[in-house]
């Protein structure tokens, strides 16, 4: 039994949880229209894994019907946070919002009670603090990556199964990461790209924290698309890591004082778009105005930022038709971006620039509306769980033939990477957009 | 029981990662899309008919009640477990669908989504007509049981008819099978019927044959508005007995396209007092005659607006409009009643007229829309569970709503049944004796009274539903 002194703590956080999203959840009809939608339901079939079971169990204990850590940590946990049922929801349930809310009071509460925290919450937290927030650190990491992969040090590391030994699931990912470029092609912060032909269009680029670090070549690559359309493109200094991954974690004062940062560097700017290449990240960057609701200060600003923020593919479109020199050999498929399909609303764009690339024969394989299971780091941090999902995922890839899979965000570019190498599918491919388009271009 | 007593029980018929007795879980399979929260000590996955008859034979040994559940989108209780015990998750049972052309059948299990059915017969260019509004969610299983059958019933029929053979588990744990695969077939007493429809208070859907129907090549949507609700009323049964017999006949009244239109403004004629879709399906040359017929009915009637899709893109924008109503009223408040009492089709004009009474008596914000070439309304109430006093009101409309139904010469339930919601109203339509011969039955199947207790029938004393918690 607790004592009251527990209680009463647990009270704080129940009437906290209540405070954030009781009302939300009560939107909640129970229709049970989210089920098919969701992945984690699908694959490990119990109601307190669909949206449906989740929103109620944060009513539940909401209500203090179930304890917080004991019973809700877990469903909300293992949640990918794709909110594809958002998109299925007759009744537009703001699944985000209650998700986001439920992890911060967890999460608040294993931080005051110090209750430790599982070892996937302390990595987290460390990782997510100390890490994505410094672009030196990140670049550094990036750096030492690139050199780590030059000098063939991984190719003994990894013929002695050392990194394997650590952990299967950093092991597993260690063999996909993409070779990182020379630090010597990087683009600096603050630099200003001119458009190639006549000037369509000022853009400022979000370069992101995982993507400049280490995948700055897709970044750089992206710039050269922008000119190229006739975009002249600016990458504001002062910008940081989106904030996305924090806020999922329920780390919201975190997320909040990363968003103000970007808002600053981009509002100086001056420029007609905001362009990023992640559809995590720009689904975050597209709901700032969401996390400052009611805030004098923030609000606005974060409105006219996120009314800014677009997907480079929109841009594309918008200010195309690229210059292909190449044409493409074999199938190309998409897999969907979960933030840029089901928050962002993007699903023509990605796939009418596949189509249009000369020679390509575009499939809409089954399924690539649904999310690969990268969720950020889920695959980190729920390899088991993640894995039976993207090994369904890859039976679809292989019965639609295709030799390239396309997508649009760095974490679900890992994960299908991972997904090849898994499944032993010879010659193929998965790329992101922009380098799809890039190669196409004659860009290198 | 207690969970862990019960667990004990259970564990020696079915597999450990088939049994859910975290705390979680169990409230998670307490609700359904009605009213009401009951918490099961229990939750079983049955994964084959072997595993489902042991734990039915270890309920009537124990007492344990046991509640079969599909996709739990029952709006009438269906599947709540209101008075605790075992919850059986029938939507993890094992998958089975094959159709059968040469007989126009369908096999299937109960744990397939019914939208599956829809697109594997349509594959083989056949048609399974049933189709509820959730069938892309919902189990066979569940809409079998619960009869729900959705806008096609007009023309085609409900799930009954479609539904030609079972394979049940009785209330005391045997295994039979009922019908076959044969269109006709006398032999003994229609058992599939009887089960259909029963709630799940007479057994366990293991299997079932569906009958199914070459698919219809074409079809054709009009939309027309009126400014008033009688002629619109006159407008469906005008169309009926010109002799076409249209696919769907939907209806919904002012207060519903109000709704719709303020929350996705698509140009719905707002000031109409209501619009009725109309869709006509089968030989391409025969509906294009139809369509036109019909839209000449809707004029002969004082509509104001007739519009006919001549494409896909403005057949799915007329639909659209009736898909909207649903978030539409959702908007104007967090708890929904949505009821499905039917009349006669020539009944529909007066008992639209006395649910708006009923709305005005008691100052709800009551809309209604439905199926109306089968004369299954759907009055929906929007209401706040949390307010005591509005609710008050609600359970006292909902009660005058039955009783209209029943006094025009409906029913109260076309679609969704009976279970926890409808159950104190049962008298009021079939009066004691119905009643008690339906009691008999279920007694004399379920002796031990084992299987989702306290649905259909009213407990004793109980003659209206309160809804307040």
């Known amino acids: 039994m607790k004592n009251s002194a527990d209680c009463h703590q647990e009270d704080k956080y129940i009437s906290l949880l209540h405070d954030l999203t009781y009302e939300a959840a009560n939107t909640c009809v129970q229709c049970g229209y989210c089920l098919p939608a969701c992945p984690t339901y699908e694959s490990m079939g119990k109601e307190s894994q669909s949206p449906r079971g989740r929103i109620n169990l944060v009513k539940m204990a909401a209500e203090g019907k179930i304890d917080l850590q004991n019973d809700l940590a877990e469903p909300i946990d293992l949640c990918l946070g794709c909110r594809a049922c958002e998109v299925a929801c007759p009744v537009s349930v703001p699944y985000g919002e209650i998700y986001e809310a439920a992890r911060e009071v967890i999460t608040l509460q294993q931080k005051d009670e110090a209750k430790n925290p599982s070892v996937g919450i302390k990595v987290r937290g460390h990782v997510l603090n100390n890490v994505f927030p410094h672009q030196k650190r990140l670049r550094l990491l990036g750096n030492a990556t690139w050199l780590y992969q030059k000098t063939g040090i991984n190719r003994v590391a990894r013929k002695l199964k050392l990194v394997n030994k650590i952990s299967e699931s950093v092991g597993q990912f260690e063999k996909i990461l993409p070779p990182v470029e020379s630090p010597l092609k990087r683009y600096t912060f603050g630099e200003t790209f001119p458009a190639r032909g006549r000037k369509k269009a000022t853009v400022a680029f979000f370069a992101g924290c995982v993507m400049d670090a280490m995948m700055s070549n897709i970044n750089r690559m992206s710039i050269e698309l922008l000119q190229s359309t006739g975009c002249e493109v600016f990458v504001p200094k002062g910008q940081t890591c989106c904030g996305a991954l924090h806020a999922h974690q329920g780390m919201m004062d975190e997320a909040k004082e990363l968003a103000k940062a970007n808002i600053e560097a981009f509002e100086a700017s001056g420029a007609v778009y905001f362009i990023n290449n992640a559809g995590g990240c720009g689904a975050m960057l597209r709901e700032y105005d969401k996390h400052f609701k009611g805030d004098h200060e923030w609000e606005e600003r974060a409105r006219q930022f996120a009314d800014k923020s677009r997907d480079i593919t929109e841009i594309l479109v918008e200010f195309g038709p690229l210059p292909y020199m190449k044409e493409w050999n074999g199938v190309i498929t998409y897999q969907d971006s979960c933030h840029l399909l089901n928050v962002q609303g993007v699903s023509g764009e990605p796939r009418e620039l596949l189509r249009s690339i000369p020679g390509a024969r575009f499939v809409e394989m089954k399924g690539s509306d649904r999310c690969c299971a990268s969720g950020g780091i889920y695959n980190l941090i729920h390899f088991d769980e993640s894995m039976k999902m993207l090994d369904c995922k890859m039976e679809d890839v292989k019965a639609a033939g295709a030799k390239t899979i396309v997508t649009t965000n760095p974490g679900c570019l890992l994960q299908m990477k991972l997904g090849v190498e898994r499944s032993g599918l010879e010659n193929t491919r998965a790329l992101h957009i922009v380098e799809v388009l890039a190669e196409a271009c004659g860009i290198r | ?469």
Request: proline content about 6%; some cysteine.
């Open chain 2, 1 to 469: 029981m207690k969970t862990e007593e019960l667990y004990g029980l259970v564990r020696p018929l079915i597999p450990k990662d088939r049994v859910l007795t975290q705390l979680a879980d169990r409230y998670s399979y307490s609700f359904d899309a009605s009213f009401g929260e009951y918490l099961p000590d229990l939750v079983i996955q049955p994964e084959n008919k072997e595993q489902i008859a042991s734990v039915i034979k270890l309920a009537n040994e124990h007492l344990i009640p046991v509640y079969p559940r599909g996709a739990a989108t029952s709006l009438s209780g269906g599947s709540l477990p209101v008075k605790g015990g075992i919850v059986l998750d029938m939507s993890q049972f094992n998958k089975k669908l094959s159709i059968d052309k040469e007989n126009l059948i369908a096999v299937v299990s109960p744990s397939v989504i019914t939208g599956d059915i829809h697109q594997k017969a349509e594959e083989a260019g056949l048609f399974y007509p049933p189709d509820p509004s959730s069938s892309h969610v919902s189990t066979i299983g569940g809409n079998l049981l619960e009869n729900s059958s959705g806008p096609k019933g007009l023309k085609y029929g409900t799930t009954k008819e479609y539904v030609i053979g079972l394979e049940v588990v009785t209330p005391t744990g045997e295994i039979i099978r009922t019908g076959g695969k044969t269109v006709k077939n006398v032999t003994g007493y229609d058992l599939t019927r009887l089960i259909v429809g029963s709630e799940g208070t007479l057994g366990i859907v293991t299997e079932a044959i569906l009958r199914l129907i070459p698919k219809p090549q074409a079809r054709k949507t009009l939309l027309a508005s009126f400014g008033r609700l009688v002629d619109s009323g006159h407008a469906i049964t005008n169309i009926l007995s010109s002799g076409i017999l249209p696919s769907a006949m939907e209806l919904m009244d002012n207060s519903c396209i109000r709704a719709v239109e303020n929350y996705t403004p698509i140009g719905m004629p707002v000031e109409a007092e209501a619009i009725i879709i109309v869709e006509v399906d089968g030989h391409e040359a025969a509906i294009a005659e139809e369509i036109k017929k019909c839209e000449a009915v809707c004029f002969e009637q004082n509509a104001i607006e007739v519009r006919v899709a001549q494409t896909e893109k403005e057949r799915a924008n007329i639909w659209n409009a009736r898909k909207m109503v649903s978030p539409a009223i959702t908007q104007m408040g967090p708890t929904k009643i949505s009821e499905d009492a039917t009349v006669p089709r020539s009944e529909i004009p007066k008992m639209i007229e006395r649910l708006h009474a009923i709305r005005e008596k008691y100052q709800l914000n009551l809309v209604v829309f439905g199926h109306a070439g089968d004369g299954n309304l759907h009055p929906n109430i929007i209401t706040d569970k949390r307010n005591t006093e509005e609710m008050k009101r609600v359970d006292a409309a909902v009660g005058e709503i039955f009783e209209a139904a029943v006094q025009l010469g409906g029913t109260l339930s076309g679609e969704h049944g009976i279970g926890t919601l409808k159950a104190p109203y049962m008298e009021m339509e079939l009066g004691k004796a119905g009643v008690l011969m339906m009691q008999k039955i279920k007694d004399a199947w379920d002796p031990n009274g084992i299987l989702n207790p306290g649905k259909i029938f009213p407990q004793p004393g109980q003659t209206k539903v309160v809804l307040t918690q």
